[in-house]
Each structure stands twice: as C-alpha cells, then as structure tokens.
C-alpha cells in the first residue's frame, strides 16, 4: 500500500485539524470519567492513567514516537482502558497493533533506507499517531457513555465495539502492509490502473504488502476475540471491514494524495473510518 511514513508533511492544515477533531473530545471525556465516574470505581482511571503513562515512555524509549506523539499515544490508550472494568477492554488489541508496528518498522530497516522509505529516525509525530489511532479513540469515548449513560439504541454497544476493533485492525494492516510490502518485495502496481510503479508509491499495492496487511487485521481480530468478547462471526465482520478500508487507504492515495488535495495523515485517518463505519453498519 502507500508509504505512510513522512518526514515531511504536505497540507499541515488537516494533520492540525486531525488534532483538534479527535484530542480535544478525547481529553474532555477522559477528565469527565475522572470528575463523575472514578468516584464508583477508583481503581478503573488509576490503572488506565498508570499504563497510559507507561506506554507512551516505552515506545519514546524506542524511538518510534517524538515525545508529542507518545503523550497522544498514552491518552488514546487510557481512554481505550477506560472503556470497562476488569482487563478485557480494547487496550490489548491496541497493545498487539502496537507491538505489531514496532516489529514491522524495524524489520528490513537498512534496505528500507536504501529505498529512501525508511521511517525518520525520530519515529512517528502526534498526527500520524492520531491519524491511525483517532478513530477508535473516539469509537472507545462512544462506546464509554453508552454503557454508563445507557444512551438510545442508536449507540448500539455491539456494534461499536466492532467499529473499534476494525479501526485498530485496519490501522494494524496498513502499517503492516507497508512497512512488510517494502521489504517482501513483489511487483507495486497502482490499484486504480494496475500499472507497475516504484515502491512506496500512493496508491499502490502488493501482493506480499496485501497479504501482511491481512495477516495484521486477523491478529488484532483475534484479539479482540478475548478482549472484546467478539464471536468468531463478529471478528470476520471486522476483518473484513478492516480490509475494506485497506484497499479505501489505497484507492484515496491514488485519486486523492497523489493530486495534493489530502496529505498522508488524513487518507489514514479516513481509511480507519471508512472500515470502522462498515463494521458498525454490518454490526
């Protein structure tokens, strides 16, 4: 699929406005569950503020997040903590994508740079966090309020908790298909033509980047299984969702980023919900 690591990124208005839409609603819902929900159950926020704060320090250890982007990680996975008591909350399908990308990122690393495809050395930036990683953060502040507020049917619980998990799937299985498609080799051809184009290209995809962007959305499915408490038929409904919104990211870089009217962190962004409103609808 298409390169999705940037040292610099074109249209900076929509990574900005990315922040804004999906940090500011975010941190007001986690400060609204510590001023009205944490009184019930004190231990929920300690915990979520305890291994959101870990999180982000081993990935800015790693050197796969600037600082920004690790804090924006930690919030996204407190709030995803917050969604439930107990362990079973979509922390650990969030924990396996993350695990997943580090992996990815520094597999083939030196012929990634031979390319000139490699991921600057400073590691991801808080709107390409937020581009993969919004979506369901904001998946996880709906789902939150409609099982403690007990919101109208509209809110369905089920459903939103296959929008989250298709979101971080397909999160997982761009990534993946990237960084592995990168490396696997294959011939890249444009989806929208079938063309044979250079590697990295937007819009272009591969078998061996296709088959491991796949792979990725199955592993963060089964995941989910156990933490989300999924069916087997639910977790294909969101593996399916999830590669919809692969081949969506693709057909955006070709049509749209390639012309210069959507930059790298906005086709992520939408792509996430493209396939997280698929699984909510088939939901």
């Known amino acids: 699929m298409s390169r999705r690591n940037q040292?610099?990124?074109?249209?900076?208005?929509?990574?900005?406005?990315?922040?804004?839409?999906v940090i500011v609603p975010v941190t007001a819902a986690v400060a609204v569950e510590g001023i009205f929900f944490a009184p019930g159950s004190p231990w929920l926020p300690v915990r979520a503020l305890g291994l959101g704060a870990v999180l982000p320090l081993m990935v800015w250890k790693s050197r796969a997040a600037t600082p920004g982007a690790a804090l924006c990680g930690g919030l996204y996975a407190a709030t995803?903590?917050?969604?439930?008591?107990?362990?079973?909350?979509?922390?650990?399908?969030?924990?396996?994508?993350?695990?997943?990308?580090?992996?990815?990122?520094?597999?083939?690393?030196?012929?990634?740079?031979?390319?000139?495809?490699?991921?600057a050395r400073h590691g991801r930036n808080a709107a390409q966090v937020t581009a993969n990683l919004g979506i369901a953060a904001l998946a996880a502040v709906a789902l939150r309020f409609s099982l403690s507020l007990a919101t109208p049917a509209i809110l369905n619980t089920r459903a939103l908790r296959l929008a989250l998990a298709a979101a971080l799937a397909e999160a997982a299985a761009d990534t993946l298909s990237s960084e592995l498609g990168e490396v696997l080799g294959g011939e890249p051809r444009m989806l929208t033509t079938?063309?044979?184009?250079?590697?990295?290209?937007?819009?272009?995809?591969?078998?061996?980047?296709?088959?491991?962007g796949v792979t990725a959305a199955v592993v963060i499915a089964a995941v989910a299984v156990f933490a989300l408490g999924l069916t087997l038929g639910q977790a294909a409904l969101v593996i399916l969702a999830a590669v919809a919104g692969l081949f969506v990211d693709s057909l955006l870089?070709?049509?749209?980023?390639?012309?210069?009217?959507?930059?790298?962190?906005?086709?992520?962004?939408?792509?996430?919900?493209?396939?997280?409103?698929?699984?909510?609808?088939?939901?």
């Open 7 to 21: 040292s610099v990124t074109p249209l900076r208005w929509q990574s900005q406005m990315l922040l804004a839409l």
């Open 80 to 119: 995803l903590l917050l969604v439930g008591p107990g362990w079973r909350t979509p922390f650990w399908p969030l924990f396996a994508l993350l695990m997943l990308t580090l992996g990815a990122t520094r597999f083939g690393r030196v012929h990634k740079e031979a390319l000139g495809l490699a991921e």
């Open 194 to 212: 079938f063309r044979r184009v250079p590697a990295g290209t937007d819009g272009a995809i591969s078998l061996a980047g296709t088959l491991a």
């Open 253 to 283: 870089g070709a049509l749209l980023e390639r012309r210069g009217w959507l930059n790298n962190d906005a086709v992520n962004f939408l792509s996430t919900f493209v396939a997280a409103l698929l699984a909510y609808w088939m939901g």
